[in-house]
Every structure is written in structure tokens, then in C-alpha cells.
């Protein structure tokens, strides 16, 4: 579970550090006061996208800490393992985010990818968003949901790598049947473009190694010139050369040392020096000996970097890739030579990878049509206890033709809902009424987080186009889920904040030159306040406040029933 989080500089929030508890947790403010801000702060420490709008104005970076509880988390504990990332029981994430738009990932420390956050943080929670509903219309999202109530996300991902493959292994095939169509004409300039380059007979690296011979040939005068001087200020010219020079000093110093031994350490370093300067004049000499000035091996070396130019821009190439390029149209030819077998060796991969897919897509197929069942029958349940009684949710699975497989199986798959009795089930994206699609919505999302391994569910505003006693029921469905998991819910209800085992309150700060928000764990009055406050707008009367208390007893009674059954 997450059990704190720290956010510096990100948006309007300056500064906050919460502790959470288990249990249903609600936050709630003004609008515009930042209660949506801090959610997206969870998604950031978890690795999803942000950029340099992120951070507050004037600060050079935000930061963002979550701290988790992994003792009911096996898997992401294994993954941490596997990683060599893990630290007992504990988690903790970091996220930096430049005020460039660059950002840092870190867990327990260590530096990582944020693609590595991003996973491990979906094995941490799980964000619903109040715009859910309205990727929900979408058949990808209405699959990826089914999948995953089923627990069939690895057969879909075995699934999909099986078609992967199948279609790698035929494009191969049709590449090949298409070669064959002109496979003499092909043979032939295969055989010919393999022929220049086994006459040119490059060597790996030789074209580098040309290079920086070229350069050294035609810069041999300067080189020699270079050497001959050098030579003569070290050794070679009368009076005063390097070595003459430190001979004397040596005498002198040497001299001295017989009167103060101090100077001692002095003559030595004199001495190695003179040795140096000694090596250096045999190493110059030796390399002036061996500069290579010959006008004939330069002209070798010019036509060889010619050569190898010429074919690596005939093959459009680069000089260096030309050994690359031979082996590939040395595979083409081996190809087309035994095209035959080659052919039938890739026909009978073909159709094992193709018999591989569908037995992978047919098991899909059969288990979405199980979990399916499951699935409406729970949502159909959860309608009834938001205020949809007698409305139906169908799951509509169509098999597609058999010729036209996607890499998602061989299903398509159509959420409908009838949202009275005696209505005709019709698909999510004709239904009308925007308080039933987000109740839709809400109990979509509540029965898919049954099937979830996640502890700690975060619901943002997805209460949003129900009030009254809806408002309750969403609030009691949230309380319950709550029980088994951990639960954060962003709501505008007072409903659905009086069943909260825990309660924040957000608040907009301003000092006339600059805007906070802040963030409050509420006690009993506090808390009284606030519902009231959510009932009764801007003028709060000791009616209200009364209703709001009553509100609150009757949930803190509602939530000890629940815990005693």
C-alpha cells in the first residue's frame, strides 16, 4: 500500500507530505483548489509522461516521493529481485522533473529508466480517471478490460507475440516466392555484385586503416621536417642541445649535493630526465627512419579509397558497411540458389507459426467467452446497486473472419447496456445520458479491480453526474472495496466523503502575490465542517452542520456493521 507521498515545486502545490493509511481515503475541496494536482502526482512518481509545464513557476525542478508497503505484494517484490532494486518490505520511488522538461527516475536510490518506474509503478496502484468514461466507448479499451478481469493479459500478449511472428515468418515467404519470379535475372546480378566485391576483397577495418595511412602519407614532408627539428633541439645540435644542457646541470647540481644532501633528490630527477630526453631522441629517430615517402604507395593507397568508394556509393552504403553488405548478398544468393528447399522449409514454418497463433487465439477466445459471462453478470449487479435497477450490461463477442486474424485474436468484442427494462441493449457509445455512463463507468471499473492483484486503486472524480441517493450507493460500493484494498477517492459528494475512513481536504492559498494549495488531514469536528461546507455551499447553518454530523455517524456506523459481518 502506498504509505506517503512528497511533492516540492509541481503546479500550485509548493510543498506537502502526507501519510496515508489503509482503508477508504477521500479528499475533497473547493474546485480549482488542486485535488485532481495530487493525483496526477501519483501518476508522475509512477512513471507516466510529464514535461517542463509541470513544474511551479520559478522553481528549477519538482520532485515527487512515494513510499510503499510491499509485504502483500509478492509480485512487485520478485520484479524488484529480479532487478537487483529491492529493500526488504519498503519501496521507495523518486521522480525529478527539470524545469528543460528533463526528468530522473530513481527507486530505492538507484537510477533507472522511467520505463522501469512505469512498470513497477503498475504493480503498485492504479489510476481511475473521471474521464474515463469516455475511453470506454473504445474497443481496445473494452478488450484490454475483459483480458484483464480474466487474468488472460499474458495469453493475449502470448497471443499477439504468435502473430508477430507468423507474419515476420510469411512476409519472408512472399519476399522469397517474389524473388523467384525473376530468379535468373536476380542469380545473375547477385553472382556479378558478389564477384566485384570478392575481387576488391576488402578487409574488415581496411577502410579506416586507409585513412589514416592517406593522411600520414600525405603529410610525410611535414612529418619528417617535424621529427628533424625536434631531433636537433634535443640532441643533435651544437651548442646547447636539451641533452648537453641537463649534462651540465646534472654536474653542477651533483657538486652542490656534496655540500647539502637536501639537493640530493634533485640530481636524480636530473638524471631521469636526461635518460627521458635520451629515449625520446631514439624514438624520433626510429620513426623518421621509418616514414614511409613514397610517391608509389601513395598512389596505391588514393586508388584503394577510390575503389572503396566508388562500390559503397553503387550500393549506396557506407565505406565501413561494405562487409555487412557483402555477407547479406551472400544470404540472398545461398537463398535464391536453394530456393526450392528454402521455400518449402519456410511454408512449413509458416504454417507452424500459423497453427501456433490460432491455438493461442482460439484459447483466448474461449476463455474471453467465460470471463465475459462473469464480467456482465457482476457490472449488471453493480448497476443495480448505483441506481440502475433493471438495467442490463451484455458483452457482445463476434468471431471475426477467419481470414482477416489480428494480433488481438479473432474476436471483436462490443460492450452494450440497456439502462431500463424492456430496452434493447445497445452499444456504450449510443447511450445518451451522461449520469448513466459514469455510473456505467464506475461499476466497470469497481468489478475489473476485483480481478486486480493491485492493492491501492485511486478514483478521481469518477462520481462525477450522480447525486442523491446514487451518490450513496457509489460511496458505500467505494467503502466496500475499501475494506480488502487500499482506496483514494477524489469526489464533490458529500455522500460519498462521509464514508471515507480517512479524510483530506485540499485548500487553494494565496497571499495576493502568489497561490498554494495545501493539504489537511481532517479530525471529527474538522471533518463535520467540511461536510457541511460539500451541503451547504457558501453559508453554513447549524442545520447543515447537524446534517452533516448525521451523515458521518450514520457512516462511521454503516462501515462498523460491515467489519463485524
Known amino acids: 500500500m502506498l504509505t506517503s507521498i512528497q511533492v516540492r515545486n509541481f503546479a500550485i502545490i509548493d510543498q506537502v507530505e502526507i501519510e496515508f493509511s489503509s482503508g477508504m481515503t477521500v479528499l475533497t475541496g473547493e474546485t480549482g483548489a488542486g485535488k485532481s494536482i495530487l493525483v496526477d502526482a501519483m501518476g508522475l512518481v509512477l512513471g507516466e509522461r510529464g514535461g517542463s509545464g509541470l513544474v511551479r513557476s520559478g522553481a528549477k525542478r519538482a520532485e515527487f516521493t512515494a513510499e510503499f508497503d510491499l509485504r502483500n505484494l509478492p509480485g512487485a517484490r520478485e520484479w524488484l529481485e529480479e532487478q537487483m532494486l529491492d529493500l526488504d518490505d519498503d519501496c521507495n520511488l523518486r521522480r525529478i522533473v527539470n524545469a528543460d522538461g528533463r526528468s530522473r527516475a530513481f527507486i530505492n536510490g538507484n537510477s533507472v529508466p522511467l520505463q522501469s518506474l512505469k512498470t513497477l509503478g503498475e504493480k503498485l496502484l492504479d489510476i481511475h480517471g473521471q474521464h474515463f468514461h469516455q475511453s470506454l466507448a473504445r474497443r481496445d479499451v473494452q478488450r484490454n478490460l475483459l483480458d484483464y478481469f480474466g487474468g488472460l493479459v499474458d495469453l493475449a500478449v502470448a497471443t499477439n507475440n504468435d502473430f508477430n511472428d507468423w507474419r515476420l515468418l510469411a512476409d519472408k515467404l512472399e519476399a522469397l516466392e517474389s524473388a523467384n519470379a525473376d530468379r535468373n535475372a536476380k542469380l545473375e546480378l547477385l553472382r556479378f555484385q558478389i564477384g566485384e566485391l570478392d575481387s576488391l576483397d576488402i578487409q574488415p577495418a581496411e577502410f579506416d586503416a586507409l585513412m589514416v595511412e592517406r593522411s600520414k602519407l600525405q603529410n610525410s614532408g611535414r612529418l619528417a621536417e617535424g621529427v628533424n627539428t625536434a631531433l636537433n633541439i634535443l640532441f643533435d645540435a651544437e651548442p646547447g642541445n636539451a641533452q648537453s644542457l641537463l649534462a651540465d646541470a646534472i654536474q653542477s647540481i651533483d657538486n652542490l649535493s656534496a655540500v647539502d644532501a637536501a639537493l640530493e633528490p634533485v640530481v636524480a630527477m636530473l638524471q631521469e630526465a636526461n635518460i627521458q630526453v635520451t ?287
Open 279 to 565: 629515449e625520446v631522441a631514439d624514438s624520433l629517430r626510429r620513426y623518421g627512419d621509418a616514414l614511409d615517402m613514397d610517391p608509389a604507395r601513395q598512389n596505391f593507397v588514393e586508388e584503394r579509397l577510390d575503389a572503396i568508394n566508388n562500390i559503397a556509393r553503387k550500393h549506396r552504403v557506407d565505406p565501413s558497411g561494405i562487409d555487412e553488405l557483402h555477407q547479406n548478398l551472400a544470404e540472398q544468393l545461398n537463398d535464391l540458389e536453394h530456393a526450392e528447399e528454402r521455400g518449402a522449409e519456410l511454408k512449413g514454418l509458416v504454417s507452424e507459426a500459423e497453427k501456433s497463433y490460432r491455438k493461442s487465439a482460439k484459447r483466448l477466445s474461449a476463455g474471453r467467452k467465460k470471463a465475459a459471462n462473469r464480467f456482465a453478470s457482476a457490472v449488471t449487479d453493480a448497476m443495480a446497486n448505483l441506481g440502475m435497477p433493471g438495467g442490463v450490461f451484455v458483452i457482445k463477442l463476434s468471431a471475426r473472419d477467419i481470414a482477416d486474424p489480428r494480433p488481438f485474436g479473432l474476436d471483436d468484442i462490443e460492450y452494450q447496456i440497456s439502462a431500463n427494462p424492456g430496452q434493447e441493449p445497445m452499444a456504450l457509445s449510443k447511450v445518451a445520458s451522461g449520469g448513466e455512463l459514469s455510473r456505467m463507468s464506475l461499476a466497470i471499473q469497481v468489478v475489473a479491480s476485483d480481478g486486480s492483484a493491485i492493492p491501492t486503486m485511486v478514483f478521481d472524480e469518477v462520481d462525477s453526474g450522480v447525486g442523491g441517493g446514487i451518490a450513496e450507493m457509489v460511496g458505500m460500493r467505494l467503502r466496500e472495496l475499501g475494506q480488502t484494498r487500499q482506496v483514494f477517492c477524489v469526489t464533490h459528494l458529500p455522500q460519498v466523503a462521509a464514508l471515507g475512513n480517512n479524510h483530506f481536504r485540499i485548500m487553494k492559498i494565496s497571499d495576493g502575490k502568489s497561490t498554494k494549495t495545501g493539504i489537511t488531514l481532517l479530525n471529527d469536528d474538522e471533518r463535520t465542517e467540511e461536510i457541511a461546507r460539500m451541503l451547504g455551499g457558501v453559508e453554513i447553518t447549524q442545520r447543515t452542520r447537524d446534517h452533516a454530523a448525521e451523515m458521518l455517524a450514520a457512516g462511521a456506523k454503516t462501515t462498523a456493521s460491515s467489519k463485524s459481518a
